[in-house]
């Protein structure tokens, strides 16, 4: 069968980053979480002294790309992929809220995306893969056979995030999480290098009162069209 390539973008929080792992197994594609390498030059920035209290030294960061490598490590006993820094296993870090809250303004850094869209072009070169982010449908895989644009609202996410960072033991609340939440889609959808926007044929998968078995067979019921045309 043809392999296709399968852009799922959305929201921060809006149950992509699962949904896509999820899609990729079912089908035997491979999943990359463009996210995640948002988040690991974030993480490289802070420990090297290049990002806090909500500025970014872009130049800093800029000249310090070629020494940023990221690479994945596929599912272990946990199910989860790994995502390496430099081939340290950052990936706890890379999602605790001093990273959340800095990965934005990072995001924004058009050196940074044109680096890492390249990257991610280079790993669907041979087609057979899921990857999500914001703008996977509109730049990085513009010509996508199935692109997917997930939707909910910013109460519905916060309260998964929070059910998710209090999982793994972190002392957040509510208010915080969805101020973040707020604060990453006003500059996720503002930002001038390919802001998050639904590409124009993408298909809209509203999530708010779907559960995860229900959208599951959304995603599989739209593969499958779209593989038999
Ligand atoms: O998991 P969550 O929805 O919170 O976000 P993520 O997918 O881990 O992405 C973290 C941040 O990276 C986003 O808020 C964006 O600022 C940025 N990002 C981006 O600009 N482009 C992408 N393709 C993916 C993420």
Redesign the pocket.
Known sequence: MNKIVIAI??????G??TMARELARRIGYVYV???????AVTLYAIEHGMAKDGKVDSNALVAALPEIKISFEPAGADGVQHTLLNGRDVEREIRDMQV?SL??P??VIPEV?EH?VKL?QEAGKHKGIVM?????GTT?FPDAEMKVFVDASPEVRAER?LKELEAKGENVNYEEVLAN?KE?DH??ST?EV?P?RKASDAHVLDNDHMNHKQQMQWLLDLYNVIINE
């Open positions: 973008d959305g929201y921060s929080s809006s992509k980053s979480d463009s996210g995640a390498m948002y988040r959340s990965v934005s990072v995001a995306r890492l991610q999500d982010g914001r703008d996977i990085v995030r939440i990453r500059i996720d930002r390919s998050l």
